[in-house]
């Protein structure tokens, strides 16, 4: 495959946040492996439901973020999580998907993906550390 192919395959998207270039009146985009790795990260952090056009788009992360931190928990984390790749991220095959329960006390999970392109077969990694950031300064007095 040539590169020209490849670009064309990967693709480009804007930037999450979109963010602009001051008096360009351009968007800054993403491109190849970077987009990849960035619309996972938007598909994770995106709730199921929540696009109001597409509501099957989206993780269901929310759902265990209050379940007990076990390795039961962590299997069905990597079932939905594959699954949701699988079916939105239609450029990459999931190789292999670690699920780390990091601090159980503070509930951070840290997912690492490490996939091929389907069409290019290079590998890339992407690692999504899970957390609830809100709420965090609560007097526990």
């Known amino acids: 495959m040539d590169d020209f192919s490849k670009k064309t395959f990967l693709g480009s998207g804007w930037g999450s946040p979109p963010t602009f270039v001051k008096g360009a009146n351009q968007v800054i985009m993403t491109?190849?492996?970077?987009?990849?790795?960035?619309?996972?990260?938007?598909?994770?952090?995106?709730?199921?439901?929540?696009?109001?056009?597409?509501?099957?788009?989206?993780?269901?992360l929310n759902k265990f973020i209050f379940a007990a931190q076990s390795g039961i928990a962590t299997k069905e984390i990597e079932s939905s999580l594959k699954r949701t790749i699988q079916f939105y991220e239609?450029?990459?095959l999931v190789d292999e998907m670690a699920i780390q329960l990091r601090n159980e006390e503070n509930g951070i999970i840290i997912i690492s993906v490490s996939y091929p392109l389907r069409k290019v077969n290079s590998r890339h990694n992407f690692v999504f550390p899970f957390y609830i950031n809100e709420g965090t300064y609560l007097d526990t007095k």
């Open 90 to 92: 239609p450029r990459i």
């Open 31 to 60: 491109k190849d492996v970077a987009n990849i790795n960035q619309n996972l990260s938007v598909l994770f952090k995106t709730k199921r439901g929540e696009r109001a056009l597409n509501p099957n788009y989206g993780s269901q």
